[in-house]
């Protein structure tokens, strides 16, 4: 490993705001303050499978999508304050283990991608749109959050704009 790191593969980065460098690796994730180094890993609560992708909300939280998708492992893991906070999986709500992409739309929601298609967490519970919504089935590998709107891509290049809400009616 380099210097600390915990794995020489880095597949995302974040620069947060406190300056802090976020390396999501294969093997976890390092935090880098200018000083030293923190590792966290499975043995710290982190699902066992490489960081893919790393996201700051508005409230400074920062979210850690993992996935192993030979072994349908991983989840979106919730850091307030350098600290691990919560893990979701299929388990306690999330549609699928294999979170691809976190952000937030203009109305403060979470919204996630993965296997398990486009969800939305509104800070109390997560809510999965298919097709009875307007949302199409399958897994989602990015979107774009424009105003109120979200473009999401499937996997087979479905493109689709959906208006951003706070949840279902």
């Known amino acids: 490993y380099v210097d600390g790191i915990q794995s020489n593969y880095s597949r995302t980065n974040l620069i947060d705001e406190e300056n802090q ?17 923190r590792n966290f890993g499975k043995e710290d609560g982190l699902p066992n499978a490489p960081v893919v992708h790393l996201f ?14 030979q072994n349908n492992i991983g989840g979106l893991s919730l850091f ?11 388990e306690n709500g999330l549609s699928g283990n294999v ?3 976190a952000d937030q739309d203009m109305n403060g929601n979470i ?7 486009f969800q939305t967490f509104d800070g109390d519970s997560l809510i999965y749109y298919d097709y009875t919504d307007g949302v199409a089935n ?19 290049n479905f493109h689709v704009n959906v208006p ?4 279902k009616d």
Request: hydrophobic share 40%; aromatic share 18%; charged share 15%.
């Open 21 to 37: 460098l976020w390396i999501g690796s294969f093997t976890g994730l390092t935090i880098y303050d200018g000083q030293e180094m």
């Open 56 to 69: 700051q909300d508005k409230e400074k939280n920062i979210w850690v999508s993992s996935f192993d998708g």
């Open 80 to 90: 307030q304050n350098d600290s691990l906070i919560e893990v979701f999986d299929y």
């Open 99 to 101: 979170v691809w992409a």
């Open 111 to 117: 919204i996630l991608g993965g296997n398990g298609g």
């Open 138 to 156: 399958g897994w989602v590998t990015c979107f774009y959050v424009e105003g109120n709107n979200i473009w999401i891509t499937w996997v087979h």
């Open 164 to 167: 951003s809400t706070a949840g």
